[in-house]
């Protein structure tokens, strides 16, 4: 049971990547998939919840990345997305996505996924 997540690559600032979650080993409901959230570790700093859905609908962001990253989930595919736009230098790290009620999940439920940002 785990989360894979892909998508990740070398961008250009200012570009765009869409990031995949998909879990392996089970199906999640469409309630559950609300329990998905991303975060990212860059080296050398904790690892940071960037999006979460709540339960009721409402979604969480992180002040770094209001505005330019949107979390999709699509129920058909049992996929959640993050769509991530505007990409800065300050942006690169490894991605992963875990249950939204972890403290620091990164690296426990999935390899991550690795995006790096060059000027």
């Known amino acids: 049971v785990r989360l894979e997540e892909s998508g990740g690559g070398s961008i250009q600032a200012g570009g765009s990547l869409r990031l995949s979650c998909t879990p392996s080993g089970f199906q999640i409901d469409e309630r559950g998939l609300r329990w998905v959230a991303w975060y990212r570790q860059a080296p050398g700093y904790a690892c940071e919840k960037v999006s979460s859905g709540n339960q009721d609908g409402s979604t969480f962001y992180a002040d770094s990345v209001k505005g330019r990253f949107r979390r999709i989930e699509d129920n058909g595919k049992n996929i959640v997305y993050l769509q991530m736009d505007r990409l800065l230098p300050e942006d690169p790290a490894t991605f992963y996505c875990?249950?939204?009620?972890?403290?620091?999940?990164?690296?426990?439920w999935g390899a991550g996924t690795q995006v790096t940002v060059s000027e």
């Open positions: 875990a249950p939204y009620y972890l403290e620091s999940p990164c690296g426990l």
